[in-house]
């Protein structure tokens, strides 16, 4: 994954305060108070000190001095509380202020972009950097955090040279040589760190990857009959050496840096201490002013140091920011802006394909190539095929997903492109393969909305259509019933086949004009098939529909059968004119139709014996 910088630092610092500011006025005071109090606080110390001394050589009286004390000892406590409060209201509204300003946006960046963007290993890798950059304090988070500490740090720079200079150039001039050869060495560290970020970035996901499967309950049963958690174990451990190897090379690099540091403190002490000592011995400096001028010369190198770290922190968050935005740059080839209104379209919908090509990322040929098509309105059209036939793909492509390489997909003679995605995929109604429930209630499975909105008669109706509704019916709190027990401990479990017939619930309730079924009964009986197959039949009348089945004789109550072959239709005809063709599609219906006699015959077999 690419780890190149997009962005200035200075332009992702802007866009951070930009927002910030969009805010709310409370959390800029808040900053400005953390600001100025983190300010003032070294320099009122560094003031009441010399004050002190000030007083005591002049002899003041007690009461003076005791009166003089307590009023900056005020002044002190009073800045403390405002840094306190500033504190606390900007740092705990920051993660507020994240959340709305970078979490959102991203999140509506993944639910919403292109499908074939989330398919594609390289945005998946960009997608996982976006999530763990703004996960925790790392990211734009750590750039707000550090917003204050570099403009606190920069104020007291300016301030603090401004007074040292009045008193030695010199003095100045060796605390900024050693500062800059400071920074040119954290840079090394930091190029170093960035150059091989990737190997830290692959550790990461493997990580990532390796634990979401191992506490997902749905692979428990095979790692333990398998015995696959030692293999997981020796996995973490993999990744901890590697990672911890990773941050001793990184640190090692960051430890010339620190320890250069602490060799130019000692000499900073020697040259500033000498020159002051001097300038005292000289009488060129009270002992108040030698006091004033040595906190300021301290303070000046803890200001340098720690912006010298600021910066060096705010590059580090700068390399995720860049992370982050660069998933929020990943184009979309779909049309998300304005389109032909969907309410307008005569139902039951047409469908053509005019020469379409397309070819998935990566791949070495077309998936589709030159295809085209056209779905009568209110037809029943079933895609039949070998694996990688290219049935999968029509449905992709169909249901929006992927846009065609060339060629186009049309509706009642209106191009897809025409059309807002969202909104066309309104018009599209589809029970997948892979099966996609949620730890919530029934009825907010089927309805997709929550359970105050769902309409509970269309919800029983369509649990009834699907063949299901007796099942859930025996429920104590029926569509209510939550799915497995990760929110409630009350919840149900269904089988495989009562899964299926749970999303064919949710296609039905959608109600859309166009209704796909994606292998729908792979994990049906023969009975609980044919009872489904003839629900769908009378619920289909006014539907264009289009079924994807590896049983070709689940397919025979389809209008029209298209023998898919390398991306092309090789066959094409309603079951019985294929059969007398004695093609691909008979050659293989007939396979399949001696395995299931030869099966029902054995069963037979063992019945009569069994008696």
């Not at 805010?23 to 003031?47: K, R």
């Not at 982050?324 to 139902?347: M, V, W």
């Amino acid at each position: 994954m690419k780890t190149k910088t997009q962005n200035t630092i200075g332009k992702n610092l802007r866009e951070i305060v930009k927002g910030l500011s969009s805010y709310g006025n409370g959390l800029v005071f808040s900053l400005c108070l953390l600001t100025a109090a983190s300010f003032l606080l070294p320099l009122l110390a560094t003031v009441i000190s010399s004050t002190a001394v000030r007083m005591i050589t002049a002899q003041v009286s007690i009461r003076r001095f005791i009166l003089l004390m307590a009023l900056l000892s005020a002044l002190y406590v009073s800045v403390s509380i405002g840094k306190s409060m500033g504190e606390t209201f900007y740092y705990k509204r920051l993660s507020m202020a994240k959340v709305r300003q970078f979490t959102l946006p991203l999140c509506e960046k993944i639910l919403t972009t292109d499908y074939g963007n989330m398919e594609s290993g390289e945005n998946q890798k960009k997608f996982r950097a976006a999530v763990h950059s703004i996960g925790g304090n790392s990211g734009p988070e750590k750039l707000m955090h550090l917003i204050p500490e570099l403009v606190i740090n920069l104020l007291g720079l300016f301030s603090y040279s401004f007074l040292i200079i009045r008193v030695s150039p010199l003095i100045l001039a060796v605390l900024f040589v050693m500062t800059i050869i400071n920074a040119g060495l954290n840079q090394y560290a930091r190029s170093y760190q960035q150059k091989h970020w990737p190997e830290k970035w692959n550790e990461i996901c493997r990580a990532s990857y390796v634990y979401r499967r191992s506490v997902g309950s749905e692979y428990g049963k095979d790692i333990r009959i398998y015995g696959i958690k030692r293999w997981f174990h020796e996995v973490f451990q993999d990744i901890t050496r590697k990672e911890v190897r990773w941050h001793i090379k990184v640190e090692l690099r960051y430890l010339i840096p620190h320890l250069s540091d602490s060799l130019f403190l000692c000499l900073r002490d020697v040259i500033a201490y000498g020159i002051l000592v001097g300038m005292f011995m000289d009488g060129l400096m009270d002992a108040a002013g030698f006091t004033f001028y040595l906190g300021i010369i301290t303070g000046f190198s803890t200001w340098m140091n720690d912006l010298v770290g600021a910066f060096s922190s705010i590059a580090r968050a700068n390399l995720e920011f860049d992370q982050y935005q660069e998933a929020l740059r990943i184009p979309d080839r779909a049309n998300h802006g304005k389109g032909l209104d969907i309410k307008k379209l005569k139902t039951p919908l047409e469908i053509t394909f005019l020469h379409v090509c397309f070819r998935y990322p990566g791949a070495d040929c077309d998936a589709l190539h030159d295809l085209s098509f056209t779905i009568q309105a209110g037809e029943k059209l079933a895609l039949v095929g070998a694996n990688g036939a290219g049935k999968t793909t029509i449905v992709k492509l169909l249901c929006g997903f992927y846009q065609p390489d060339s060629g186009q997909i049309r509706i009642n003679g209106h191009c897809v492109s025409d059309f807002n995605l969202e909104e066309y995929q309104k018009l599209i109604g589809v029970a997948f393969q892979d099966i996609m429930t949620l730890a919530f209630t029934i009825s907010e499975n089927i309805s997709g909305v929550p359970r105050q909105d769902g309409d509970e008669t269309k919800i029983e109706s369509s649990l009834r259509a699907a063949g299901l509704w007796e099942k859930v019916d025996n429920f104590p709190d029926k569509a209510q019933a939550f799915l497995g027990t990760a929110l409630s401990s009350e919840g149900v479990g269904l089988s495989g086949g009562e899964m299926q017939k749970l999303i064919f619930a949710r296609a039905l309730y959608k109600d859309a004009p166009l209704l796909i079924l994606d292998e729908p009964t792979s994990a049906l009986d023969p009975l609980a098939e044919s009872e489904l197959y003839q629900n769908y039949c009378g619920l289909t009348r006014d539907k264009t529909s289009v079924f994807i089945s590896h049983r070709l004789s689940s397919t025979r109550f389809c209008d029209r059968i298209f023998f898919l072959s390398e991306g092309a239709i090789q066959e094409s005809g309603s079951h019985e004119e294929l059969m007398q063709k004695g093609g691909a599609y008979a050659q293989m219906y007939e396979i399949q139709s001696h395995y299931y006699r030869e099966e029902q015959l054995n069963n037979e077999r063992k019945e009569a014996a069994f008696e």
